[in-house]
């Protein structure tokens, strides 16, 4: 969730008021604050258990695809953000950002990658209890979190 708060991603949609993220695909979403609440939770645990364990978080909520995201965005921002998947549309409004938020000159084209990556294994999310599971209280939802970080996003 805390990417849409990264310049290469909330610096179009406060602009052009446009979500670009190449290969609409599925996504899971989890709060880096849950991720952390999780990590304290197994930290402090006396359950043996956890020891050797892999652990995916999701938030137990949203499996979205991107054009759904933006749809959700507009929902709870009450103004239109339309998506656009194109690679050119990412290069032109993310490339710069990406760049100097990664420090590298390729970091615009490794993220393409990335992204094709991601869509051929978009399979692999799901909704579990998991956060629920180990920390006793479920996981922020997307829209919670959209609707916290409103500001944060839109620059206002």
């Not at 959700?72 to 921002?77: A, Q, T």
């Not at 194109?86 to 990335?114: H, M, S, W």
């Not at 799901?126 to 629920?132: A, C, E, T, W, Y």
Request: net charge negative; charged share 20%.
């Amino acid at each position: 969730m805390q990417n849409f708060l990264t310049p290469f991603f909330n610096g179009p949609i406060r602009t052009e008021r446009i979500l670009s993220v190449p290969r609409n695909r599925r996504m899971g979403f989890i709060d880096t604050h849950d991720i952390g609440a999780c990590a304290a939770a197994i930290l402090i645990s006396g359950n043996q258990r956890h020891i050797g364990q892999t652990y995916h978080l999701d938030n137990g909520h949203d499996v979205w695809w991107f054009d759904e995201v933006a749809d959700l965005m507009s929902d709870v921002f009450g103004q239109p953000i339309t998506y656009d998947g194109t690679d050119e549309t990412f290069l032109r409004i993310c490339g710069d950002g990406v760049k100097t938020y990664i420090g590298r000159p390729d970091a615009d084209q490794y993220f393409l990658n990335y992204f094709q990556f991601e869509q051929d294994n978009e399979t692999v999310w799901r909704k579990s209890d998991i956060v629920q599971f180990l920390t006793g209280k479920p996981a922020k939802t997307l829209r919670q979190w959209l609707s916290d970080n409103k500001h944060l996003i839109l620059g206002q």
